[in-house]
């Protein structure tokens, strides 16, 4: 058993953990970074590696309403849901679609676009100086309707635009031209010209947390069991030891919550759950962006080791058995579209940790002195890891945030 000493101790080394613990150590401060696995090894690891500027309006917004009807069927590829979950989660179920009214989403976009904005901004930063540079594409994301969608494209075009948010609205031709490699399928695509991707999310997360580690930050793999307050701050148990700190940060993305009940924080957090597979791509007709494709509820993604198919949310319980009928459902559809070969390596699950309002907590705890939240980063998280982890490091150094956390406060939820 071992004893160690930190000015700040990160829980949790995925995008938000690892981004924590550099903007902590940047500023000067003595941190150690704990997970059970290697850094990015979790959620960070399986998504789609888009760092999307335009993702400002949270799911539950008032489309979300006219789209309810086909969600309601069970059956629809981007939505399914466990009906047990839902009859114990009911509480739940109605804050999200509360905030899903019209006057909930200008408020929500404003905040996560202040977020989104900080954390591009990081994230091209330091994946240069992580010497990950190579894996950043500067060529968009294309969201595409097979449908004739232009009015909803145009719709979002014109609220990306009252935020400064650049994008193209592109006819099948454009399409063609610019994704030569795939099948012409979609009528009407909306090219989100700002947003970047990453040929391997969890290969930036690891590259982030090497960063941290040659700044002089400690990563250590251990098993957190529990978080304790004691007369000079926190200790921190282990499976095999424990930490003693003047700050604590939780950032255990989905595991979040189970290390905050002891301490009397029941937090409302969701499992958005998603998986993705991967195939071998036919160099002949390459993938160069991802391509979201919204009537068929799955995004595609070019990535290091082949073309990562992503499926919708699934809400369910975080640990219940994986059920693969979106991702069967949405593989056809996408193999129409890219023609790529086998599957690689085995079918990927993980859980968006979300809370009812789309907005991830950012800040102090309401009853506990040095104790730091940093979760619930939703379909974002890989985006907005950084700017999460910069303004909890400020706020520990008791600097101004580099945007307006305010709606990100803990205390709209926990008291
Ligand atoms: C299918 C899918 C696609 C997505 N696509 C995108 C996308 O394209 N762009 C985007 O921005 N976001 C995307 N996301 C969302 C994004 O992946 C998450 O929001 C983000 O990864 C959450 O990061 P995190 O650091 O909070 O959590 P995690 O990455 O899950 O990190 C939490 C860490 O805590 C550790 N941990 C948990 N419990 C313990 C314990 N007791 N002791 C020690 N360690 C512990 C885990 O091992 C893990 O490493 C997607 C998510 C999914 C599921």
């Not at 799911?59 to 981007?78: C, D, G």
């Not at 979609?186 to 700002?194: C, D, E, I, N, R």
């Not at 030891?241 to 905050?260: F, M, N, Q, Y």
């Not at 195939?279 to 494709?293: G, M």
Request: glycine share 10%; proline share 7%.
């Amino acid at each position: 058993m071992s004893e160690e000493r930190a000015e700040v101790v990160v829980l949790g080394a995925g995008i938000v953990g690892v981004s924590t613990a550099y903007a902590a150590r940047e500023r000067g401060m003595s941190v150690v970074l704990v997970d059970r696995c290697e850094p990015g090894s979790e959620t960070s690891y399986g998504n789609a590696g888009i760092i999307s500027s335009g993702s400002i309006s949270p799911l539950n917004n008032p489309s979300l309403w006219k789209a309810l009807p086909k969600y309601l069927t069970n059956r629809h590829a981007a939505l399914r849901w466990n009906p047990a979950w839902a009859v114990q989660n009911a509480g739940w179920i109605a804050r999200f679609l509360a905030d899903s009214a019209a006057s909930r989403l200008r408020p929500r976009a404003t905040a996560l676009h202040g977020l989104i904005g900080a954390s591009a901004e990081l994230h091209r930063q330091w994946i240069v100086k992580a010497q990950a540079g190579h894996r950043i594409r500067e060529t968009g994301w294309l969201r595409a309707w097979r449908s004739d969608a232009v009015a909803s494209a145009k719709q979002e075009q014109a609220f990306l635009s009252e935020y400064g948010i650049a994008s193209e609205l592109l006819d099948r031709q454009a399409i063609s031209a610019l994704e030569p490699g795939i099948v012409p399928v979609y009528k009407v695509g909306l090219l989100h010209t700002q947003t970047a991707s990453v040929d391997s999310p969890g290969a930036v997360v690891k590259a982030y947390a090497r960063m941290f580690a040659s700044a002089g930050g400690d990563v250590r793999q251990a098993d957190v069991v529990a978080i304790v307050p004691d007369s000079n701050g926190w200790r921190v148990a282990l499976a095999d030891g424990e930490i003693l700190a003047r700050h604590v940060v939780v950032a255990l993305g989905p595991w979040s919550a189970d290390i905050l009940r002891p301490l009397g924080y029941r937090v409302p957090l969701a499992f958005e759950r998603g998986y993705h597979r991967e195939f071998k791509p036919n160099p002949a007709r390459p993938l160069r962006r991802p391509i979201y494709d919204i009537d068929g509820g799955f995004i595609m993604t070019p990535m290091e080791q082949g073309i990562r198919v992503t499926s919708g949310v699934e809400l369910t319980g975080r640990d219940a058995p994986s059920s693969f009928a979106q991702l069967d459902q949405v593989v056809p559809l996408a193999r129409g579209v890219a023609e790529f070969g086998d599957a690689v390596g085995d079918t990927w699950r993980g859980s968006r940790p979300t809370l009812p309002d789309g907005l991830p907590m950012i800040g102090p705890a309401p009853r506990h002195a040095g104790l730091w939240l940093a979760f619930g980063n939703q379909h974002i998280g890989f985006t907005t890891g950084p700017a999460t982890g910069a303004a909890i490091a400020a706020l520990i150094g008791s600097a101004p945030p580099p945007y307006d956390v305010t709606p990100f406060a803990p205390s709209r939820y926990l008291s």
